[in-house]
């Protein structure tokens, strides 16, 4: 009969090897679960705090302060790490505030009837960066305005309702009401936007470019970024995201290298999206 120390040269002996193999499982298998648990969440987190951060930006760019106010504020506490155009985003969410409080005093006590119409535009221009749309468009309709500063700001709140026939059909009449510089650039950016939602894109493109043609700005050499991100032309939306970085690096830096990564890594290599 073999003694103690044969056993141990040849190795354990089959049930033994089987317990050992099954507690390597276990400690693997807790490993791997213990993995998931901090990486899958942080991934999430990611993804969550980087909507949100685009979300945010969006509103400010839109002068949507009632619900960016109400985004920063949950952003403070949940992600107080987040930079927006390179602020922190307690900063922001102060100068949110304090923009919030401002409209909030200015919008107590409506306009008269004898006021001039300006004075009428601009409460509602108010109450619709407040977030209350439905009375700024009631006021618009009460006092019959139809200027196109009137069509512009109509355009812009059925943008935020996701009415994407409706605010075409307002920045045209917008466009068409005035000649004026000043009004025809948030005419045109409204609409190729309202044009881009509804998938006519080549419509969307034409309108964007005239914009571009009209203010070479770094805001519109990002949304032109975005827009060929969008419908996949990797090369003129790293052209244009350049661009911007170059005419407002403070503002543009950030967010044009994250665009580009998001197209290096969506186009399958650097090969077709320029560092």
């Known amino acids: 009969m073999p003694d103690h120390q044969d056993s141990l040269e040849r190795g354990p002996l089959p049930a033994e090897a089987a317990r050992v193999a099954r507690r390597r499982a276990v400690v693997s298998w807790f490993s791997l679960a213990a993995a998931f648990l901090f990486i899958v969440p942080a991934l999430f987190s990611t993804a969550r705090d980087e ?8 509103l ?108 075409e059909a307002h920045f045209r009449a917008a466009l068409s009401a005035s000649d004026a510089r000043e009004l025809r650039l948030p005419a045109l950016t409204g609409l190729a936007y309202a044009l881009r939602k509804q998938g006519r894109y080549r419509d969307s493109e034409a309108a964007y470019l005239q914009l571009w043609s009209l203010t070479l700005t770094a805001d519109t050499a990002f949304l032109l970024a975005q827009f060929y991100e969008d419908t996949q032309q990797p090369a003129a939306a790293s052209t244009f995201t350049h661009r911007a970085m170059e005419l407002d690096p403070r503002r543009y830096s950030a967010a044009g290298m994250r665009l580009l990564e998001t197209l290096r890594t969506r186009h399958f290599g650097c090969f077709a999206v320029p560092k």
């Open 51 to 58: 909507a949100d951060r685009s979300r945010l930006e969006e």
């Open 60 to 167: 400010i760019a839109k002068s949507r302060w009632g619900e960016a106010d109400q985004l920063a504020r949950r952003l403070q506490a949940a992600a107080p790490h987040l930079r927006i155009h390179g602020e922190r985003i307690h900063v922001v969410a102060g100068i949110l505030a304090d923009r919030v409080q401002t409209l909030e005093r200015a919008v107590r006590s409506g306009p008269g009837p004898s006021d001039p119409t300006e004075t009428h535009l601009t409460y509602a221009r108010q109450l619709a960066m407040l977030g209350r749309e439905e009375a700024a468009v009631e006021h618009l309709d009460n006092q019959h305005l139809t200027t196109p500063e009137a069509l512009n700001l109509l355009g812009t709140i059925e943008e935020t309702r996701s009415n994407w026939s409706a605010s």
